[in-house]
């Protein structure tokens, strides 16, 4: 078992910056890679960035990419999404997860956190 915690969300203006992290418990965070997802009010859960075991891939959805950079510190069990130039469609839910390997697809991911609001004001 992993337990996810996230952190780190809150209200921003547009163009604005919020660094998400996700505390990692259980077996150990270095055996799986994480991905962030997220989801808004009325849609489904979106695929948002994703990292390897290592931290040496990284992977983005086309909407994020040149934004968001996801990262990863193995010795303190934490990942890391540094999300910049925030936009409104930007609000939902994020969900940080873990699976045995890189994926965009959620049904890859066994271990989920609570999530963490983020809003962007225009």
């Known amino acids: 078992q992993v337990q996810l915690v996230e952190s780190g969300g809150g209200l921003v203006q547009a163009g604005g910056s919020l660094r998400l992290s996700c505390a990692a418990s259980?077996?150990?965070?270095?055996?799986?890679?994480m991905g962030w997802f997220h989801q808004a009010p009325g849609k489904e859960r979106e695929f948002v960035a994703a990292?390897?075991?290592?931290?040496?891939?990284?992977y983005y959805a086309d909407s994020v990419k040149g934004r968001f950079t996801i990262s990863r510190d193995n010795a303190k069990n934490t990942g890391y999404l540094q999300m910049n130039s925030l936009k409104p469609e930007d609000t939902a839910v994020y969900y940080c997860?873990?699976?045995?390997?890189?994926?965009?697809?959620?049904?890859?991911?066994?271990?989920w956190g609570q999530g963490t609001q983020v809003t962007v004001s225009s």
């Open positions: 990292v390897s075991r290592s931290g040496g891939g990284a």
């Open positions: 259980g077996r150990t965070f270095s055996a799986y890679a």
């Open positions: 997860a873990a699976a045995l390997s890189v994926a965009q697809n959620e049904y890859e991911y066994r271990y």
